[in-house]
């Protein structure tokens, strides 16, 4: 199993910046696409940013040119920096992760999901 721990959320004026954090543990072979999601008040989850292993990146149109996303490798970690916040952006982010395991001499894959991390953003 894997498990998904994010940090660095809280409280923040319009304008400022926040940087998340997530790491992965646990049992795995390795971790292909990582990414971050959201979920405020009243609406469904929704896509924020993702990074391939090789650092390919994509990023939903609400967020281009504020956040960045960059992953650590070895230490099997993704960041979120993000910048310019808005009120819009508060809600709870989730880090999400692909991942291969190995069981006897067979690979499958999985999915897992931090619990997330709140982020509120006052005018």
């Known amino acids: 199993q894997v498990q998904l721990v994010e940090s660095g959320g809280g409280l923040v004026q319009a304008g400022g910046s926040l940087k998340l954090s997530c790491a992965a543990s646990?049992?795995?072979?390795?971790?292909?696409?990582m990414g971050w999601y959201r979920q405020a008040p009243g609406k469904q989850r929704a896509f924020v940013a993702s990074i391939t292993s090789s650092h390919g990146t994509k990023y939903a149109d609400s967020v281009k040119g504020r956040f960045t996303i960059s992953r650590d490798n070895a230490k099997n970690t993704v960041i979120l920096q993000m910048g310019s916040l808005r009120p819009e952006d508060t809600a709870v982010y989730y880090c999400?992760?692909?991942?291969?395991?190995?069981?006897?001499?067979?690979?499958?894959?999985?999915?897992?999901w931090g619990q997330g991390t709140q982020v509120t953003v006052s005018s």
């Open positions: 646990g049992t795995f072979v390795s971790i292909d696409d």
């Open positions: 999400h992760a692909d991942f291969e395991r190995r069981i006897r001499e067979f690979f499958t894959e999985d999915e897992s």
